[in-house]
T-cell receptor, first 114, second 118 residues
Framework: TQLLEQSPQFLSIQEGENLTVYCNSS?????LQWYRQEPGEGPVLLVT?????EVKKLKRLTFQFGDARKDSSLHITAAQTGDTGLYLC??????????????FGKGTKLSVIP | GAVVSQHPSRVICKSGTSVKIECRSLDFQATTMFWYRQFPKQSLMLMATSNEGSKATYEQGVEKDKFLINHASLTLSTLTVTSAHPEDSSFYICSASKRTSSVTGELFFGEGSRLTVL
């Protein structure tokens, strides 16, 4: 299982600002997912990226998958207080014999201040 | 949609007691369920993977006698924390997969269960 590095670990910004968080690995991702988790709740899937160079947009969120599929970024435009949460990237991998699992990075804790 | 429900959402128990957490897929059959543990301000760490009707596969460092997992049906998996101690206090989250998940990579998460051991 490869190690997923997320940066920054913590980010505090003013409402209306833009931000980017990153997810990196030394190995090629098979497929990468981004989640947002609010305190006391389970993570909620935002997007899955599979193809190198892929860009997906979800309202003010833009997800990019690196050409080499070793890194991904999440850019939020004009952040709102409702964007506050823990942003997690996760790799979905098959571990043989029909089994699979999801491995999470350590996350970026985002706080958007009004 | 695919809804996964955990119960209880919060539980407080005394040291030495056992606690059972349930994870149910409400509107689909979950071929595989995963149990994660999350400490404050940290990420989700996979504890074990369970397939219906078979023994769970535990991740390295997770005590199988401490964290008993039962996946008796396609809609229910349970995690029992035996002889709980304060260091077992954590947020436990389950996720469930459908038969198509091996292709889609889509897992469905429960709301989590906060365990506090006094």
């Amino acid at each position: 299982t490869q190690l997923l590095e997320q940066s920054p670990q913590f980010l505090s910004i003013q409402e209306g600002e833009n931000l980017t968080v990153y997810c990196n690995s030394s190995s090629v991702f098979s497929s990468l997912q981004w989640y947002r988790q609010e305190p006391g709740e389970g993570p909620v899937l935002l997007v899955t990226v599979v193809t190198g160079g892929e860009v997906k947009k979800l309202k003010r969120l833009t997800f990019q998958f690196g050409d080499a599929r070793k890194d991904s970024s999440l850019h939020i435009t004009a952040a709102q207080t409702g964007d506050t949460g823990l942003y997690l990237c996760a790799e979905f991998t098959h571990s043989g014999a029909g089994s699979y699992q999801l491995t999470f990075g350590k996350g970026t804790k985002l706080s958007v201040i009004p | 949609g695919a809804v996964v429900s955990q119960h209880p959402s919060r539980v407080i128990c005394k040291s030495g007691t056992s606690v059972k957490i349930e994870c149910r897929s409400l509107d689909f059959q979950a071929t595989t369920m995963f149990w994660y543990r999350q400490f404050p301000k940290q990420s989700l760490m996979l504890m074990a993977t369970s397939n219906e009707g078979s023994k769970a596969t535990y991740e390295q460092g997770v005590e199988k006698d401490k964290f008993l997992i039962n996946h008796a049906s396609l809609t229910l998996s349970t995690l029992t924390v035996t002889s709980a101690h304060p260091e077992d206090s954590s947020f436990y989250i389950c996720s469930a997969s459908k038969r198509t998940s091996s292709v889609t990579g889509e897992l469905f998460f429960g709301e989590g269960s906060r365990l506090t051991v006094l």
